[in-house]
C-alpha cells in the first residue's frame, strides 16, 4: 500500500528566508504527486502537482518542488516566504490506474513565518 | 463561482442523531469523493463515486452512507452520530477516468462537531 511521510511537523522560518517542505512516499512505481495548502478554517488548494516529465514543478505562489526518484522524494521549495505562506502544507499520493483519484495524504507540515 | 461547495459549514449536534452533509461541484468532473481529517489533521478517504457508482468504500462504519443522485452531487449521511465521528469533513471532485488523471478539487470543508 501507497503511503506519505512528511517528516517535520511543524517548521518556523523568518519571512523572506527560503523554505522546503519535505516529503517522502512509498510506492512500487513512479505515482502521482501533489502538494496542498490549506490556510486556517478553510478547504485544500492544489500547490503543484506532478505526473511525469521535468521533475522540477512549478506551482502557484511562488512554489516548486522537485521529484527525485532516487529518495522516493517530492519536497516543496520556496527561495522567500512571505508571511502569507503560514499554513499547513499537505503532500499526497495517488497511485493513477483505476484508483480513480484517490488521494494518501502525508500528516502535513504547519508553516509558522515570523516577521 | 464556486467549484465544489457544501453545505453545512459547521453541523453541531448531539449524539445519536442523523445528519447529512451536501456536495455539489459545477466543474462537470465524474469523479466525487469524501475526506475525513480528524482532530490530528490527517485526511483520509472514506468514499469514491465515479459518475454516481460507488468505487472506493475504505473502511468506515455502515453508519456513514454516501448517496450520489447525479454525477454532480455526493451527499454523505451519518446515522447514529457519535462523539468520534467529530472531524471535519470534505468533499472533492477530479476528471478521472481509468488511467486519465487529473487534480482533485476540494470544498471548505464541513466542522462536524457532536456532543
Known amino acids: 500500500a501507497q503511503s506519505v511521510t512528511q517528516p517535520d511537523i511543524h517548521i518556523t522560518v523568518s519571512e523572506g528566508a527560503s523554505l522546503e517542505l519535505r516529503c517522502n512516499y512509498s510506492y512500487g512505481a513512479t505515482p502521482y504527486l501533489f502538494w496542498y495548502v490549506q490556510s486556517p478554517g478553510q478547504g485544500l488548494q492544489l500547490l503543484l502537482k506532478y505526473f511525469s516529465g521535468d521533475t522540477l514543478v512549478q506551482g502557484i505562489k511562488g512554489f516548486e518542488a522537485e521529484f527525485k526518484r532516487s529518495q522516493s522524494s517530492f519536497n516543496l521549495r520556496k527561495p522567500s516566504v512571505h508571511w502569507s505562506d503560514a499554513a499547513e502544507y499537505f503532500c499526497?499520493?495517488?497511485?493513477?490506474?483505476?484508483?480513480?483519484?484517490?488521494?494518501?495524504f502525508g500528516q502535513g507540515t504547519i508553516l509558522t513565518v515570523h516577521p | 463561482d464556486t467549484a465544489v461547495s457544501q453545505t453545512p459549514k459547521y453541523l453541531v449536534t448531539q449524539m445519536g442523531n442523523d445528519k447529512s452533509i451536501k456536495c455539489e461541484q459545477n466543474?462537470?468532473?465524474?469523479?466525487m469523493y469524501w475526506y475525513k481529517q480528524d482532530s490530528k489533521k490527517f485526511l483520509k478517504i472514506m468514499f469514491s463515486?465515479?459518475?454516481?457508482?460507488?468505487?472506493i468504500n475504505e473502511t468506515v462504519p455502515n453508519r456513514f452512507s454516501p448517496k450520489s443522485p447525479d454525477k454532480a452531487h455526493l451527499n454523505l449521511h451519518i446515522n447514529s452520530l457519535e462523539l468520534g465521528d467529530s472531524a471535519v469533513y470534505f468533499c472533492?471532485?477530479?476528471?478521472?477516468?481509468?488511467?486519465?488523471?487529473?487534480?482533485?478539487?476540494f470544498g471548505q470543508g464541513t466542522r462536524l462537531t457532536v456532543v
Open positions: 499526497a499520493v495517488n497511485a493513477g490506474g483505476t484508483s480513480y483519484g484517490k488521494l494518501t
Open positions: 466543474l462537470g468532473h465524474d469523479t
Open positions: 472533492a471532485s477530479s476528471q478521472d477516468m481509468a488511467g486519465v488523471l487529473t487534480e482533485a478539487f
Open positions: 463515486y465515479n459518475n454516481k457508482e460507488l468505487i
